[in-house]
């Protein structure tokens, strides 16, 4: 499923905004970051310097496509339309961290928001701020030399290094199942009684099933050890009642050395009210 974006198409602003921040020969006069005092805190004690918040999106189109009300099916159209809207909005969002000179992104969030005056149109954005290694000696890119991406907080970023990985890339996977309408003769025969529904169990089975699988096959195009994090979402957005998205997120991640030293965890009792 996976198509190539377009090369460069950042806004004139978004480039006049990042050329400002990177300023001249690598030294950088600002950065912006959406992370935590704590977030921002650690990410430095873990070796990385903030750079800059990204931001990526891609309003996009959603096509039609017909489904038997008696047929569990994969709305291959739509779900071929919401990860290519998401790649493009990912995409951006790593331009904008490579033309900072970024390694990687952190804390990345993805949002999808179907537009209300216009159904079929829908927003997506990503949103992380980019951080910049300080020991210049090891390459954090992925293998393609883009920079890294994840949905790690700042203090999951520096446990995850602490203990000897590191992220790889932000791997997703999706998928827009038509879940059949239970028969006439099923409602009858089912009336009154406990009993599993079977064709819906088997529809949601399978649609959460091709999402995961499809996380996966996007890790191991990242030759990733693992994937931590995951989240698996269901979404209806404006399709019909029994047209259903499920979509799942992680981040991948490889070891960087051979011994992984666990800190000893310690109890923190918070003085807040």
Not at 7 to 17: F, N
Not at 96 to 104: I, K, Q, V
Not at 173 to 180: P, R, T
Request: hydrophobic share 40%.
């Amino acid at each position: 499923m996976t198509t190539t974006p377009p090369p460069s198409d950042l806004p004139t602003h978004a480039r006049e905004r990042l050329t400002a921040m990177r300023g001249k020969d690598e030294a950088h006069r600002l950065f912006t970051s959406d992370l935590t005092v704590n977030e921002f805190l650690l990410v430095k004690e873990a070796g990385f310097d903030p750079v800059g918040m990204v931001v990526g999106c891609s309003m996009y189109h959603i096509g039609f496509q017909w489904a038997g009300v008696n047929q569990n099916m994969e709305m291959t159209v739509l779900s071929q339309a919401m990860y290519h809207a998401r790649e493009l909005a990912m995409a951006r969002m790593e331009e904008e961290a490579d033309a900072l000179g970024a390694d990687g992104i952190v804390g990345v969030r993805l949002t999808a928001k179907h537009m209300e005056w216009e159904p079929n149109l829908a927003e997506f954005v990503a949103i992380g701020t980019a951080v910049r290694a300080r020991n210049r000696d090891v390459s954090y890119r992925t293998l393609d030399n883009k920079p890294f991406t994840s949905d790690l907080s700042g203090q999951d970023f520096w446990t995850l290094l602490r203990a000897g990985y590191r992220p790889v890339g932000m791997v997703m996977g999706n998928c827009v199942y038509h879940v059949a309408y239970q028969g006439i003769g099923q409602w009858f025969k089912n009336l009154g009684k406990n009993v599993e529904m079977t064709n819906f169990t088997q529809g949601l089975y399978d649609a959460r099933e091709l999402a995961m699988e499809r996380m996966q096959a996007e890790a191991t195009h990242l030759k990733a050890e693992g994937i931590v994090g995951v989240q698996l979402h269901e979404g209806r957005y404006s399709w019909s009642a029994h047209v259903i998205e499920f979509f799942t997120v992680g981040t991948a991640v490889i070891p960087i050395r051979a011994d992984h030293h666990i800190p000893t965890p310690h109890l923190m009792l918070s003085v807040n009210d």
